[in-house]
C-alpha cells in the first residue's frame, strides 16, 4: 500500500530565503508525482506534475524533482515571499492519488 | 471562469439525516473524484469516476454513494450521516487518470 510521507510538517523562513520541501513514497510504481497548494479554508492548487519519466518540472520560481528509485521527490521554492505562505501537499499516482498531509509553510517578511 | 463549484459551502447536519453534496464541473473532464480531508490524516479519495455512466470506489466509500449521469456532474450522497463524517470534503476532475486533478472550494460539513 502506497504511503507519502511529507517532512518537515511546518517550516518558518524569513522572506528571501531558498527552500526544499521534502515528500518520500513508498512504492515506486508511480505514474506521476503531483504538487499542490492549498491555502487555509480554500481547495487544492496544481502546481506542478512530474510523469514517472521525468526528472524534473519548473514553473517560475517552483522546481519540482523526482527520484523514483528512492520513492523521493523535493519541490525548490527560490527567493520565497510572504505569498508563498500556504500547506504545500505531494501525491503519488499508482492506482489511484494518495496524498502526503502536507507541509505548512510560512514566510514573515 | 471555467472550472469546478460545489454546493453548499458549508452544513451542519443531524446524525441520521440524508444529504447530498453537488459537485459540477465545466471543462468536460472525463475523470471525476470525491475526496474527504481530515486533520492529520490528508486527503482520502471516497468515490470516483473515470466517465459518465461509471463509479469506482476509493479509499474510503464506505456510508457514501456517488452517481455520474453525466459529465458535468458528481454528487456525493451521505444516506444516513454520523458524526465520523465530519470533514471538509473536496471534489475534483481530470480528463482522465492519472492526469493533473483540478479542485473544488470544498464543503465542510458538521455532523452532531
Known amino acids: 500500500k502506497q504511503e507519502v510521507t511529507q517532512i518537515p510538517a511546518a517550516l518558518s523562513v524569513p522572506e528571501g530565503e531558498n527552500l526544499v520541501l521534502n515528500c518520500s513514497f513508498t512504492?515506486?510504481?508511480?505514474?506521476?508525482l503531483q504538487w499542490f497548494r492549498q491555502d487555509p479554508g480554500k481547495g487544492l492548487t496544481s502546481l506542478l506534475l512530474?510523469?514517472?519519466?521525468?526528472r524534473e518540472q519548473t514553473s517560475g520560481r517552483l522546481n519540482a524533482s523526482l527520484d523514483k528509485s528512492s520513492g523521493r521527490s523535493t519541490l525548490y521554492i527560490a527567493a520565497s515571499q510572504p505569498g508563498d505562505s500556504a500547506t504545500y501537499l505531494c501525491?503519488?499516482?499508482?492506482?489511484?492519488?494518495?496524498f502526503g498531509t502536507g507541509t505548512r509553510l510560512q514566510v514573515f517578511p | 471562469i471555467a472550472g469546478i463549484t460545489q454546493a453548499p459551502t458549508s452544513q451542519i447536519l443531524a446524525a441520521g439525516r440524508r444529504m447530498t453534496l453537488r459537485c459540477t464541473q465545466d471543462?468536460?473532464?472525463?475523470?471525476m473524484y470525491w475526496y474527504r480531508q481530515d486533520l492529520g490524516l490528508g486527503l482520502r479519495l471516497i468515490h470516483y469516476?473515470?466517465?459518465?455512466?461509471?463509479?469506482g470506489k476509493g479509499e474510503v466509500p464506505d456510508g457514501y454513494s456517488v452517481s455520474r449521469a453525466n459529465t458535468d456532474d458528481f454528487p456525493l450522497t451521505l444516506a444516513s450521516a454520523v458524526p465520523s463524517q465530519t470533514s471538509v470534503y473536496f471534489c475534483?476532475?481530470?480528463?482522465?487518470?492519472?492526469?493533473?486533478?483540478?479542485f473544488g472550494p470544498g464543503t465542510r460539513l458538521t455532523v452532531l
Open positions: 475534483a476532475s481530470s480528463e482522465g487518470s492519472p492526469l493533473r486533478q483540478f
Open positions: 512504492d515506486s510504481a508511480i505514474y506521476n
Open positions: 512530474i510523469q514517472s519519466s521525468q
Open positions: 501525491a503519488a499516482y499508482t492506482d489511484k492519488l494518495i
Open positions: 471543462m468536460r473532464h472525463n475523470a
Open positions: 469516476s473515470n466517465t459518465a455512466g461509471t463509479t
